[in-house]
């Protein structure tokens, strides 16, 4: 990004980036990274698409930079829930109401469709504008390095709360020193 182009980002996302309860997400863990590092990285790459293209790019920034602002540390959250009420089905709709107590003047149709739906096929409505495709598949398109170990997806998109089991663990450790890894 050139200088004027990095500006014109940073005015768009500022007002949600400076703000302590967005800063919040530094904490909050996304596996490897943090919340606030995830959703500054998919706004990154949907600000540089979208506005190559011509399309709403400041909606499609603003909603790439809040689609995961649900308001807890979810891998910190051990109690048990039914499988529809894992987090991968319902973060979507919480990041939404979320967004809409903290920053509604930011917010239109648009900006709220792209959070609601960036879990699809998770999500059973598929997204409704292209500027909500874009987001969804730069997530999953950021997310990819999971697919090196394809067992954590699970975990990785919400569907399951336990950690791979130290035995798993273990078996993989020993295969790897025997094999001199
Ligand atoms: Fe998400
Ligand atoms: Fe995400």
New binding site residues.
Partial sequence: MNKETKAEFYQIINPILQSEEFRKRKKYS?HDDS?YE??LQ?AKLTFKISRSLNLDYKSATIGALL??FYPDDWQKNKKRKSFFKLHGFVHAYQAKKEAQKHYSSLLNPKVENIIER??FPLTTKPPTYLESWLVMFV??G??LSIFKNPAKLPKYIGLKEVSINGQNNRRHLNRARRWGD
């Fill in positions: 996304h919340v995830h959703c998919v689609h995961d960036h879990m997530d999953k950021i997310s």
